[in-house]
């Protein structure tokens, strides 16, 4: 949306992409420009408000007239994933980047709890 400040939650963004990809075998947010990307993430993961997402409608390329989407169930997109691998997903495609799980806390997350490392 325009954010001029890098921040380690972009970072569980593209590893909640990379995640949903693998279980689903396709991109989650398949678009071929920059806001048909936008709009493909708004369409599964609704319309970011300042509910969703704390100053949004002052972000560069955030537009009031965006479409207004309902979220979609990630459970119905990817429903070959077990719920653990759900929840896990849901907590890095939060909007807010200070909301998103750390890659600390997602490491100690349920998902991976028969994982020996």
Sequence with gaps: MGSRHYSIGMDMWS???????????????????EIDEI????????????????????????????PKWQAQSLKELLPKLCPDGIDLISKMLIYDPS??????QALLHPYFNDVEY
Excluded at 15 to 33: H, Q, T, V, Y
Excluded at 39 to 60: A, C, H, K, N, Y
Excluded at 99 to 104: E, L, N, Q, V
Aim: aromatic share 14%; glycine share 6%.
């Design 15 to 33: 590893i909640g992409c990379i995640f949903a990809e693998m279980a689903s075998k396709r991109p989650l947010f398949p678009g071929d420009s």
């Design 99 to 104: 909301r998103r799980i750390t890659a600390k």
């Design 39 to 66: 709009f493909q993430i708004f369409r599964i993961l609704g319309t970011p408000t300042e509910e969703t997402w704390p100053s949004v409608t002052s972000l560069p390329d955030y537009k009031p007239s965006f």
